[in-house]
């Protein structure tokens, strides 16, 4: 039995991975204006660039659907990894919560590095936000507030933005007790987690910070242009653009 669950985490993660890897940027970009968007703006095949090369219209179809891809993987994760035959005879579901937190990853890892697309791709954002959203719907509201503060207030770039706002989710779910009615993520808690605690999705944002801090690290190595996305004094999105490589 332990085999069959073995397998079933793999190809958990696996379909998450393709999922992740499907780069609607690319593919919808280019079938419906011709252009590829790894040419133009920043050179970032993600759901920013696609607004500011394709326009609102196409642009905001393409981040929907990443959103969506992170969406879909979590929530069939959590759906069918809490059926009765992933349930051990005392109740726990290491299988539920070990995919919840390498399902999720790997969604992020195959929207950063798609098989499609010669293993690039783009942040890893839109993903990240869908996966939120099904986990705790807080959790996107608190992103949406603070990117959007520290972009005007602090003038932060999106990136550096988002990793200090995902440090703060993790500290800030730890604590909320408000869990959505379609979620198992509660059912299957850690035995040594207190009760006021939670440890599983802090546990989940980690994992997915680790994938989202990796592709920074690399864009600002690179000295790509995303990395340096911000708002600028009048409101305006501005960014450094440099002849780069596409990331």
């Given at each position: 039995m332990i085999a069959i669950y073995i397998t079933c985490v793999i190809l958990a993660c696996l379909g998450g991975y393709l999922l992740g890897s499907i780069p609607f940027s690319v593919w919808i970009g280019k079938r419906?204006?011709?252009v590829d968007?790894?040419?133009?703006?920043v050179k970032n095949p993600g759901g920013m660039n696609s607004v500011v090369?394709?326009?609102m219209k196409i642009g905001l179809s393409i981040i929907i659907l990443d959103f969506l891809k992170g969406s879909i993987t979590i929530a069939l994760i959590d759906q069918l990894f809490a059926l009765d035959f992933f349930i051990?005879?005392?109740g726990a579901n290491i299988w539920h919560t070990l995919t919840s937190i390498l399902g999720p990853v790997c969604c992020i890892a195959g929207h950063n590095y798609s098989v499609f697309l010669k293993f690039e791709g783009g942040q890893g954002l839109g993903v990240f936000l869908g996966i939120t959203w099904y986990l705790n719907p807080i959790l996107l509201?608190?992103?949406g507030v603070g990117i959007i503060s520290a972009m005007l207030l602090f003038k932060a770039n999106v990136r550096i933005g988002t990793l200090v706002i995902i440090i703060l989710e993790i500290i800030l779910i730890m604590f909320i007790r408000i869990n959505p009615p379609w979620s198992h993520m509660p059912e299957f808690?850690?035995?040594w987690t207190p009760w006021f605690m939670q440890v599983k999705l802090p546990i989940i944002l980690l994992a997915m910070f680790a994938m989202i801090f990796i592709r920074a690290l690399q864009a600002l190595r690179r000295k790509s242009a995303s990395a340096t996305w911000r708002v600028s004094t009048d409101g305006k999105r501005e960014f450094k653009h440099k002849e780069t490589p596409s990331e």
């Open positions: 419906v204006t011709g968007l790894r040419d133009h703006g090369t394709y326009g051990a005879q005392d509201v608190f992103y808690r850690f035995p």
